[in-house]
């Protein structure tokens, strides 16, 4: 059994018919792999796992699954970027019309929308944290469980395989996701973390970044309280290189971690610039989070392409709306934000969710043009923006780097600008007592891309300082890298984890029936209208019961695989001849594109001289196989078994 590289070779036309098949030999891993949601996420969640038990409405079991490796599984439930979503395998088959005409490739499992179900079923959302403590120490997944599973991490505790620390106090610079997950980690491994924040809440843009109508204030409260009774101190309106010095922290803490985030909004240094009414975008998100007054008009123009321009879009609308209802008798006239970005609408780094919903609730959006000067009158007040068209945002190699139409310029007329272009870190507190922090660039510590231990002893770095601006749930994964860095520091040893890996035979496998038709549910939503009626109305309503299980029944199940055996196999065809998707195929071995893997395997099976034209081969397209076990049913000989693979893992200390 081979496997055939759809990239390379799925749609050939008959005129490629006799060029070689690019084929993989399946080795150590290859299976794991093929669970592409769980591949994708940057700590392994079990995606699938969790999916498949709502589909069965297993929903305690989901949540357990979904939480095991994730401090914020709630909150990612709600705001996470979803690169599970992105590499899902549903997402990549081809979907036909009722007279086998290829439509589309279908679209991938909802898989944040069902996390966030479970999460309100069985999380911190439904039932103190205590108990969701007390369930997640008891579980560990049988199937797809991966090394950093909380419960693996302390059932080795507990048995003796890995060695606890001493209690010895590690301070962390941040409470957003990056340092609590350090925080959570390492209160796992009998650290003392002590979290030091210079916002008067925790979770980081979490809560002064994110608007309460994506994320609500009371999920990030629970799920940080879940946290905090693992044994972690977070200290807010402590800002270190004020109520305290990073020199403070270095004597008397064991180690730290520098997990402050990227959170003040970069400048453009654009003429007129600084003054009234231009901010940046991140500035007004806390302000507005806060509860703190800022002084915008009602004609605005919000210049950037991403996620973060449009939550300051969507959050200065709601402002206007709700402020005009409250004082129209003051407020005469109509209110207008416009978004305007670098990138064509195609080009937009922002989620298409995100654009969808701005473009419902009245954004106006102006694509492919860069920003000059801000205009302001004889008293500085701001009357508009200047832009010159865009012409190319990325060269041939992907990188940034725009060209211009200096002859094709316009001005766009407003009374507040919002910049949303970037974000910077703050670390002038590395002033005192962090002069060996080496910066790669200002504002941006050296670091170990393996360790994220920085050019001084004992001080490590994890989120947005250790790899950029990136996704929630890279800045989870980062956190718990660091806390493990910080175990090998302080107690000299190191921990590894032992994966086993079994595939279990599944006798009289089915699928719900009907399951390759079901296209993707719709994530109920508000009305556009209703959106504005108060700042905090939820947009996202979420999944029901029905639709959550109705939903999760469309998962491939890509644990899953169909495994032919070649010592029974007699050349039949039936498996190909009833595949619905056409994945398989039974070509000679000398349609197969030669490499050294490939040659050894049919050497092992077949010897030196085999004769490739008359010896065949099964190749499969991983792509278009949608585990339906038909070919398993037709199979007259049983060549053909369903089979999962299962991963076990724990943790030991080297």
């Not at 891993?29 to 969790?50: E, F, K, M, N």
């Not at 959050?315 to 207008?336: E, H, K, M, N, W």
């Not at 990325?394 to 407003?414: G, I, L, T």
């Amino acid at each position: 059994m081979f496997f055939w590289d759809t990239q390379l070779q799925s749609g050939r036309s008959e005129k490629d018919e006799m060029t070689p098949l690019q084929v993989e030999v399946p080795g150590n891993g290859y299976h794991a792999s093929l669970i592409s949601c769980q591949a994708a996420c940057p700590v392994h969640t079990d995606a699938r796992g969790y999916v498949r038990a709502i589909a069965a409405g297993r929903f305690e079991e989901a949540y357990l699954i979904a939480r095991g490796p994730n401090p914020f599984a709630s909150i990612c439930g709600r705001v996470c970027g979803a690169p599970c979503e992105v590499a899902c395998r549903r997402g990549k088959v081809p979907r036909v019309d009722d007279d086998g005409h290829f439509v589309a490739n279908d679209r991938p499992i909802a898989i944040r929308a069902l996390k966030r179900f479970v999460c309100e079923q069985a999380g911190p959302e439904s039932r103190p944290g205590e108990q969701v403590l007390e369930a997640l120490r008891s579980y560990v997944p049988e199937v797809a469980a991966h090394a950093e599973e909380m419960a693996a991490l302390l059932r080795a505790s507990v048995d003796g395989r890995i060695q606890r620390a001493s209690g010895e106090r590690i301070a962390i610079i941040g409470a957003g996701p990056a340092g609590l997950s350090a925080a959570h980690d390492l209160a796992l491994l009998g650290f003392r973390p002590i979290v030091f924040e210079s916002e008067p809440v925790p979770a980081g843009m979490l809560a002064i970044g994110v608007p309460v109508y994506r994320l609500p204030r009371e999920v990030i409260a629970r799920e940080v309280a879940v946290i905090e009774a693992l044994g972690v101190e977070i200290r807010c309106r402590v800002t270190v290189g004020k109520e305290i010095s990073f020199a403070d922290l270095r004597r008397e803490y064991a180690a730290v971690i520098i997990a402050v985030g990227a959170k003040s909004s970069r400048a453009l240094g654009l003429p007129g610039e600084r003054g009234p009414r231009a901010y940046g975008g991140v500035d007004l998100l806390r302000a507005v989070a806060l509860g703190e007054s800022v002084d915008t008009g009602r004609d605005v123009v919000v210049i950037g392409g991403g996620n973060v321009a449009y939550d300051v879009a969507r959050t200065v609308l709601r402002q206007i709306a709700y402020d005009t209802a409250r004082t129209a008798a003051r407020l005469p006239g109509t209110s207008r934000v416009r978004l305007v970005s670098l990138e064509s609408l195609e080009e937009m780094p922002a989620d298409t969710l995100e654009i969808l919903e701005g473009d419902e609730e009245g954004i106006e959006r102006l694509n492919g043009w860069g920003p000059t000067a801000i205009e302001r009158d004889e008293q500085g007040r701001v009357t508009g923006v200047r832009f010159r068209r865009c012409l190319r945002v990325y060269d041939e190699a992907k990188r940034f780097s725009p060209v211009y139409d200096d002859n094709d310029v316009h001005s766009v007329s407003c009374d507040t600008v919002l910049l949303a272009v970037g974000q910077s870190p703050a670390v002038g507190f590395l002033d005192d007592g962090g002069l060996d922090v080496e910066q790669a660039r200002p504002g941006w510590p050296k670091t170990d891309p393996a360790t994220l231990a920085t050019t001084a002893p004992g001080v490590f770095v994890a989120g947005d300082l250790a790899h950029g601006t990136r996704l929630l749930i890279d800045a989870v994964a980062s956190g718990k890298a660091a806390a493990r860095s910080v175990y090998q520091y302080v107690t000299g040893r190191r921990l590894e984890s032992d994966v086993v890996t079994a595939h279990l035979a599944l006798e009289m496998y089915r699928r719900e029936r009907g399951y390759e038709k079901i296209r993707r549910q719709a994530i109920p939503a508000c009305e556009p209208k209703e959106r504005f009626e108060h700042p905090e109305v939820q947009v996202e309503l979420g999944y029901t019961r029905e639709l959550a299980m109705k939903e999760a029944s469309r998962c491939l199940d890509c644990g899953v695989t169909p495994v032919f055996d070649g010592t029974r196999c007699v050349l039949c065809g039936g498996c190909v001849d009833v595949c619905p998707t056409l994945c398989l195929k039974l070509v000679p071995l000398s349609e197969l594109l030669p490499d050294a893997d490939l040659a050894a395997a049919m050497e092992a099976m077949l010897g030196p001289d085999a004769d490739l034209d008359e010896n065949t081969a099964i190749v499969k397209d991983e792509e278009r196989c949608i585990r339906c076990a038909l070919c398993a049913m037709r199979c007259p000989v049983d060549a053909i078994t369903m089979e999962r693979v299962q991963f076990t893992t724990s943790w030991r200390c080297q």
